[in-house]
């Protein structure tokens, strides 16, 4: 799959945002390494700390359905939904990338111009957590 597919299936996941307290809203899609997508949207919640981002709903999704083995993601956002200029993931959802990606993870962001830019997970997350067992 190219990568403005991707983005395309990104940004139809952002029209499921629900975000009324933020209006910032994201989708995200997931390329699995056998081919297939998984999207996701951000979810807000009034108590605030239950809400989740679009890109770890993706992974959260995949995962529960035994889906481990990603190659990129394609993140789309903004305020109003109008695309912001590199909308890359929070803090969080880079630690929970690291978690089932390798630092090649790619992650792909358009900008409000339409250009894509790409990212290696290690570009933007070089020092994840480890928990040493
Ligand atoms: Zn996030």
């Known amino acids: 799959m190219d990568n403005e597919k991707l983005i395309d299936l990104a940004a139809e996941a952002m029209e499921n945002s629900y975000s009324p307290y933020s209006s910032f809203r ?15 949207c951000n979810i807000e919640n009034s108590a605030y700390s239950p809400c989740i981002c679009a890109e770890r709903l993706a992974i959260f999704k995949a995962v529960s359905n035994s889906r481990k083995e990603f190659l990129k993601i394609a993140v789309v956002g903004g305020k109003n939904g109008e695309k912001a200029d590199l909308c890359l993931p929070c803090g969080v959802c880079r630690q929970v990338m690291s978690e089932f990606c390798g630092g090649e993870f790619i992650i792909l962001i358009r900008g409000q ?18 928990f040493n067992k």
């Not at 994201?26 to 996701?40: C, D, Q």
């Not at 111009?113 to 480890?130: A, C, I, N």
Request: aromatic residues 6%; proline residues 6%.
């Open 26 to 40: 994201v989708g995200a899609a997931l390329l699995l390494k056998n081919g297939g997508v998984v999207t996701g």
């Open 113 to 130: 111009d339409g250009s894509v830019t790409e990212k290696s997970l290690q570009e933007l997350f070089p020092l994840p957590f480890v």
